[in-house]
Structures are given as structure tokens and as C-alpha cells.
């Protein structure tokens, strides 16, 4: 079973390897952007003032773990709804790109105004309070995004299985949201954890 799995995996990346960098590459082009925008100019005390507060209500309070896993599931479940819907619309492999490109923008937002405004604090933040969800979630987010991407570009050539165009993106979908509850036991669970332990 493990076997065929890997099999199976291992085809998928083969097949779809230039999808695969297309997407990313449109994440990364927006992540980019807003290094170019640079969006902390004239915000800087106050981005810095939210992330200190944030930091130092993590450390000696906690957080509500509960509250934590639930928004991070809903951000989840709406970016999976977003795709799911983009998939079965003519319009959706467009669509499909733009969103990811947006997505990439707001990562690069976090990012960059943390770096811009804490400085090499930043890297402890990113280490603790991003990577280890996004280790699980960047992944599966993109994998999703080419299959939304593949099947909109699918209808835009003419519907000729409508059932495998509506099931399998929902299907896949599912297995996505599974992967992605990981993610956010991490971020509620661990993530805290670990920002008390190591800022």
C-alpha cells in the first residue's frame, strides 16, 4: 500500500511538474511584490507595536488554543471553497491564478513588514509562528490550486464528464482540508509552544 502510494505520488509530481512550478511561481511573484511595495513604509510603529504586543501575549498569557485551531481552520476551509468553486467556472483558470497570486502577496505583506519593522527578530517569528504550518499547508494550498487551475481549464475546453469535473476537485478537496487540519493543530498546538520556548 505505502508502495503504490509513493508510485502514485511520485507519477502525479512527474506529470504535473510544470504545473506545479507555474503556480508557485505566481505565489512567489506576488510575495515579491509586496518586497517591491515595501507596504510597512509609514506604518512601522504600529505594525511593530501589534507584533511586541503579540509576542509578548503569546510568552506570559498563552493562547486560546481552541480559538486558534478554529480560525485557522475557517481560513482554511474559505481558500478551499474559493478554488473548489473557481474549478467548475469557465473563467476559474484565471481566476485560480489570480488568487494564488494574492495569496502570495499577503504572505510576502507578513513577512516583509516583520522584517522591515523587527528586524532579525523576524527570523525566530518566521521559524516558530510560520514554518512549521507552512511546511504542511504550502504545499498542500498549491497542489490544490493546479488541480482547481487544471479542471477550470478543463471546462474552458468543453465539458465532457461532468460528474468527474464536480466530484474530483471536491474529492480532492477533502483530502486537502485533512492535510490541512494538520497544519492547524500545528499552528494552534505546537506554535505557541515552541514561540515560548525559543523568543
Same mark, same amino acid.
Given at each position: 500500500?505505502?508502495?503504490?502510494?509513493?508510485?502514485? @505520488?511520485?507519477?502525479?509530481?512527474?506529470?504535473?511538474?510544470?504545473?506545479? %512550478?507555474? %503556480?508557485?511561481?505566481?505565489? @512567489? /511573484?506576488?510575495?515579491?511584490?509586496?518586497?517591491?511595495?515595501?507596504?510597512?513604509?509609514g506604518a512601522e510603529e504600529e505594525i511593530k507595536h501589534y507584533i511586541e504586543d503579540f509576542l509578548t501575549s503569546v510568552k506570559n498569557y498563552g493562547t486560546d488554543f481552541n480559538k486558534t485551531f478554529r480560525l485557522a481552520m475557517l481560513g482554511y476551509i474559505e481558500s478551499l471553497i474559493i478554488l473548489y468553486f473557481l474549478s467548475l467556472?469557465?473563467?476559474? /483558470?484565471?481566476?485560480?491564478?489570480?488568487?494564488?497570486?494574492?495569496?502570495?502577496?499577503?504572505?510576502?505583506?507578513?513577512? *516583509?513588514? /516583520?522584517?522591515?519593522?523587527?528586524?532579525?527578530?523576524?527570523?525566530? !517569528?518566521?521559524?516558530?509562528?510560520?514554518?512549521?504550518?507552512?511546511?504542511?499547508?504550502?504545499?498542500?494550498?498549491?497542489?490544490?490550486?493546479?488541480?482547481?487551475? !487544471?479542471?477550470?481549464?478543463?471546462?474552458?475546453?468543453?465539458?465532457?464528464?461532468?460528474?468527474?469535473?464536480? @466530484?474530483?476537485?471536491?474529492?480532492?478537496?477533502?483530502?486537502?482540508?485533512?492535510?490541512?487540519?494538520?497544519?492547524?493543530? %500545528?499552528?494552534?498546538?505546537?506554535?505557541?509552544?515552541?514561540?515560548? *520556548?525559543?523568543?
Open positions: 500500500m505505502k508502495k503504490r502510494l509513493k508510485d502514485e @505520488l511520485a507519477y502525479l509530481i512527474k506529470n504535473n511538474l510544470k504545473g506545479y %512550478i507555474l %503556480i508557485a511561481c505566481i505565489f @512567489l /511573484s506576488g510575495f515579491m511584490l509586496s518586497y517591491a511595495l515595501n507596504v510597512s513604509v467556472s469557465v473563467l476559474g /483558470s484565471a481566476g485560480t491564478l489570480v488568487f494564488v497570486f494574492l495569496k502570495g502577496l499577503s504572505y510576502g505583506i507578513v513577512l *516583509t513588514s /516583520s522584517f522591515f519593522v523587527v528586524g532579525n527578530d523576524a527570523i525566530g !517569528m518566521f521559524l516558530c509562528l510560520i514554518l512549521p504550518h507552512a511546511i504542511i499547508s504550502l504545499p498542500c494550498f498549491l497542489g490544490y490550486s493546479h488541480h482547481c487551475f !487544471m479542471n477550470a481549464y478543463s471546462v474552458l475546453k468543453g465539458v465532457k464528464d461532468l460528474k468527474k469535473r464536480v @466530484l474530483i476537485p471536491l474529492v480532492f478537496g477533502v483530502v486537502s482540508l485533512g492535510f490541512l487540519s494538520v497544519a492547524a493543530l %500545528i499552528q494552534a498546538y505546537f506554535e505557541p509552544i515552541l514561540t515560548r *520556548t525559543i523568543l
